[in-house]
């Protein structure tokens, strides 16, 4: 099912949670909301499932109003982000739920209900646990109990609120595997909220970076990480290095690199001199033999793939962290203490808000 | 292997929970259990035949008769509004709500004396609208109506004040599942709401019939005191207290202490019986 999110506002009293939001998630589509906590990102989700009423805008779902559709009829399966079990009844009750309440002349025979938990309940892999109720699960098994009951009623949209947020790290890594083959193979459409940037980087197809109930930026994985369009997006995805500078003409040297300042929204950057900020990602600061800018390393964090350094840089009041692979690190043999030059090999800079 | 029996740091001392323990059986000893055992030691006085005419006698089988159709009344009319007042309010934002949920405890700091004032007040002869009742030959006051009405008022707040807290805990995260599943608020209430709540409903429905069958003063107020018409069983109580006819008035007592022994036994096995549902999801 094609998503189409037309200018949509929701304000809650005083607090707007999404101001005047637009996207498009296109049919089997794996789409990320990703976002710090009060950005609107799950007011957003709840809106699209019917939860919530939008104050302005439209749903569109297949170019039909889905506004006017009650949450029953959208066919939208959801996962809550605490599941939200029933706690009375057991794994094969909860899954038999939405099947149970459908109307008279839909519902499935009581030997059909059956056979489709059972099968939804090995496809999760729970089907000795039918039996069992909610307490008796752990935090996991709950989360695919969710998911199986969510999918009972065969959805064409599944929308997932914080997925895997209450899940330790392994447990967590091979669900999210395990959702993005059943998303494939079942051809859903799927929009799932997260604040873990490497949640949505694996897992999604498009990842919407949301800030202050606006989006500021869509793209896959490899563009929000590797282009981002505003300086929320640069700190919120990934590590980075804020350097404050001067902007010259619209123009910055950062250690030796020459770069062009841009805006957010494309207007014109100041002329003569403005202050601004440069983003260098710790991968891009190379350490060089001769170079304009010297530093002092304060700290090497060598365990890993990759050797972590804090450098001390005049004029920069945080430390610079720079990441090397591990053999040219050990090739410069760097101590702490000692004074090395350093260069940019990629930067953005944008002026400073005024 | 055997549990090995550890205090924590942090636990008080043996002594002191022995004695904090100790403490509380004797206080329960003396104000609930002694009492009890007096009620039942005196009803039986003069022997079995004597308490058997005492509660059979026609003004204390109305008093029965009354006080059960009271709380058959009172207490399904209570267990409507608490559920419908606490789903409002636990699940729910609208204007006025801490205003009724003020509203809901408002029989519990008015005397019950007052709240059966007010029914006379406005219900009796001289009251608000007594005279068009009158005229229209409706008996609310000194009669059933009137009781049913008072006792209704004093346990109003016993459902609601046992659901609210327990809605509001629960949240309406499994309604909302319900709902996105295909369920329509009816489905939603009796397969979801009601269920998570039968527990504190039951507990509360205990409580509201206690004291719908217990009520003494707001009813005493708007009864008149007539004799196999308007006597309930807290009042028949009184008045054979009052004419130094102790025996029976233990007797009538006891049924009354009997019913809640019962009441109290019956939550007790049901919680033993269905008490795993009560285990709590965690998060």
Sequence with gaps: MHIDVRNVTKRFDSFTAVRNLTLDVRQGELVALLGPSGSGKTTLLRIIAGLEHANEGQILFDGDDAVARHVGERRVGFVFQHYA??????????????????????????????????????????????????????????????????????????????????????VRKELRRWLRRLHDDMGLT???????????????????????????????????????????????????NKIPCTIANGAVNLWGLAVTAETVDGAPVPAGSAAGFAYVRPHDIEIV????????????????????????????????????IRQAFLDLGLKVGQTVAITARAARVFPARS | MAPKRTFAPIAESPKIRIGLVLLSLIYILFFLVLPVVVVFTEAFSRGFAHYLEAVTEPDAQAAIKLTLL????????????????????????????????????????VSPVISGLIYVLMFGGQGLIGPW??????????????????????TFPFVARELIPLMQEQGAEEEEAARSLGASGWQTF????????????????????????????????????????????????????????LPAAFAVASLLAFLALVTLVAKGILELRYGHELAPVHH
């Design chain 1, 85 to 170: 079990l029933f706690r009375h009844m057991t794994v094969f009750e909860n899954v038999a739920f939405g099947l149970r309440v459908a109307p008279a002349e839909r519902r499935m025979s009581n030997t059909d209900i059956k056979n489709r938990v059972m099968s939804l309940l090995s496809l999760v892999q729970l089907d000795r646990l039918a039996a069992r109720y909610p307490s008796q699960l752990s935090g996991g098994q709950r989360q695919r109990v969710a998911l199986a009951r969510a999918l009972a009623i065969a959805p064409l949209v599944l929308l997932l609120d914080e997925p895997f947020g209450a899940l330790d790290a392994k």
């Design chain 1, 190 to 240: 799927s929009i799932f909220v997260t604040h873990d940037q490497e949640e949505a980087l694996e897992l999604a197809d498009r990842v919407v970076v949301m800030n202050q109930g606006a989006i500021e930026q869509i793209g896959t994985p490899d563009e929000v990480y590797n282009t981002p369009a505003t300086p929320f997006v640069y700190e919120f995805l990934g590590n980075v």
């Design chain 1, 289 to 324: 033999a001769e170079g304009t800018q010297r530093a002092i390393v304060r700290h090497v964090g060598a365990a890993g793939p990759t050797a972590r350094l804090e450098l001390e840089v005049a004029g920069v009041h945080a430390p610079v962290e720079v990441q090397l």
């Design chain 2, 70 to 109: 009271v709380a058959a009344i009172a207490v399904p009319a209570n267990v409507v509004f608490g559920v419908a007042a606490s789903w409002a309010i636990a699940k729910f934002d609208f204007v006025g709500k801490s205003f009724l949920i003020t509203l809901i405890d408002l029989p519990f700091s």
């Design chain 2, 133 to 154: 009742l009158d005229e229209h030959d409706i008996q609310i006051v000194y009669a059933v109506p009137g009781i049913v009405l008072a006792t209704v008022f004093v």
């Design chain 2, 190 to 245: 009796w397969r979801v709401t009601l269920p998570n709540i039968k527990w504190g409903l039951l507990y509360g429905v205990l409580l509201c019939n206690a004291r719908a069958m217990g009520e003494f003063g707001a009813v005493s107020v708007v009864s008149g005191h007539i004799r196999g018409f308007t006597n309930t069983m807290p009042l028949h109580v009184e008045i054979l207290y009052n004419e130094y006819n």
